[in-house]
Structure formats: C-alpha cells, structure tokens
C-alpha cells in the first residue's frame, strides 16, 4: 500500500494512494497509519492536493559510504563500521518542494537513497525481528553541501541545512528492498543509476547497529546511503530520485532567501 501525507483546504490527512481510470486518488485514512487504520472511503483526487513528506520523523539517521562505488568515487575508503549521521527535521521536505541552495556553499550535490520508515518504538532490535519494525520505503535525497563537508571535516552543516532531504512521495508499506533500481535525474539527464543489492551493509545491519545505541520512534527515517554518480546542482535544476516499486521524488533548486 502506498501511504501519501497530504494537505487539501487548510487540512493535513494521510490517505492511501489509489489508480482509477481516471487517475490517483487519495483513499483519506481514519487515524494514523503507524497503528491499525481504517480506510474512511472519502477520495480526492491525488491531482487536487499538495503532497506533503510523507513522514514528519522525530530524527533522520543516515548512513554514509555503505555503497563501495561512491566511496572510491570521492576518494574515500570503505569504513570497517556504519558510519552514521543526522539530518535534522527542519531539514525535511516533500516532493515539489524547494531545495534551497545554501549561502556557505559553492557545490552543492544530490544523493539519491532508498528510506526506510520505521513503524513503531524500538530499542536493540534482533535481526531476526526487524521486518517486525519497518513501516515502509520511501524516496530519499540527501542533498550535501559537498565543499562544506570536505572544508569542516564533519557533516552537520553540509548534510543537515534547512531542506537538505527531500522524502517521497510517498511510503510504500509492501516492498522487497533488497535488489531495487535506485537512479537519480537533473533536468531529466541521468547522473545516478544503482541497485539496492550493492549496498555494503544490508537494511538488517542497519537497523541493528542503529538500535544498538538509540531508540528509534514511529515515523524516524534511516537513509541506507547513495550510489555512485553524484553530482553537482545548480539554482534553476530540477533533480529526480526514482526508485523501483516506489515512484519519484522531484524537487527544483531554487536561491535561498
């Protein structure tokens, strides 16, 4: 099931996406949809309403350098163990919203990564449990000041700027992650194309090592790191993440301020 979070006359819903001869519409649910919901049988049209993230996450924790061919493109080895970072929630947005280009940055990059969405509190978490835990998938653009983070030898900053990760367009609840197209597109020229199956260190590992230290909430995003082919943008691009059995996040660049 795809779950969308939307906004339709001053209102803010999830409803499950739905195809129609006439195209998507929105299925609006009763509730939340991390607990059992019901659908309440009130459909929009998807065409009528502003897509929202399609999660708003206590905490975005990222995972950098888990696929080999990015890390040897950027000159970096691969680590022993994940590497893992924020992103802030001031820095979500959703498809069609606006990427700002940072005022201390001069190269900013895209990343596309495959989301996972977490569906209910979590603590140490055995592998063999974290199917039990996972909400959904959903697109995911970790968008870098790469300048920054090469000059400050952290990431804060260069990963964590207000909308620096685009989610959507929406979670889809029933995937297989595990051998997924993962590509990325600016101004339709295709600059990323990987397979979830390249990934260093497999979802399980991820949510494992994550839980090992923290809490994770209903609604928290783990992003599982980026293919080659990163790239720069620019004021005016408009940069795509698509990735198969999910759909397409699409944001422009826009100059901040």
Same mark, same amino acid.
């Given at each position: ?10 209102? @803010? ?7 129609? /001869?006439?195209?998507? %519409?929105? $299925?609006? *649910?009763? =509730?939340?949809?991390? #607990? ?80 996972? @969405? ?7 978490? /055995?592998?063999?449990? %974290?199917? $039990?835990? *996972?909400? =959904?998938?959903?697109? #995911? ?93 620019? %004021?005016? $691009? ?20």
């Amino acid at each position: 099931m795809r779950i969308a979070r939307f906004s339709i006359d001053g209102n @803010v819903a999830f409803g499950a996406v739905e195809d129609t /001869p006439q195209g998507p %519409v929105l $299925d609006i *649910i009763k =509730g939340i949809p991390y #607990a059992d919901f019901e659908l309440s049988g009130t459909k929009v049209p998807l065409s009528k309403v502003r897509l929202l993230p399609p999660v708003l996450p206590n905490k975005v924790v990222a995972i950098g350098r888990n696929y080999a061919e990015h890390a040897k493109e950027l000159g970096n080895e691969v680590p022993d163990v994940p590497v893992a970072f924020f992103k802030p929630t001031t820095s979500v947005i959703g498809s069609g919203d606006a990427i700002e280009y940072p005022s201390f940055s001069n190269e900013l990059h895209h990343e596309a990564e495959l989301a996972v @969405v977490i569906g209910r509190m979590c603590r140490e978490v /055995p592998r063999e449990r %974290v199917k $039990d835990v *996972i909400f =959904g998938y959903t697109c #995911a653009n970790d968008v870098t000041a790469r300048d920054a983070q090469q000059r400050e030898k952290q990431w804060a900053r260069a990963k964590g700027f207000d909308t620096s990760c685009p989610l959507g367009p929406w979670v889809e609840t029933d995937l297989d992650p595990t051998d997924l197209t993962i590509q990325a597109t600016v101004n339709g020229e295709q600059r990323q194309l990987g397979r979830t199956s390249e990934m260093i260190r497999s979802i399980e590992d991820l949510v494992v090592h994550i839980t090992e230290a923290m809490t994770l909430l209903p609604g928290d995003v783990i992003l599982t790191g980026t293919p080659a082919g990163v790239g720069p943008l620019n %004021v005016g $691009d408009e940069v795509a993440v698509t990735i198969e059995g999910i759909g397409t996040l699409t944001n422009k660049v826009v100059k901040r301020g």
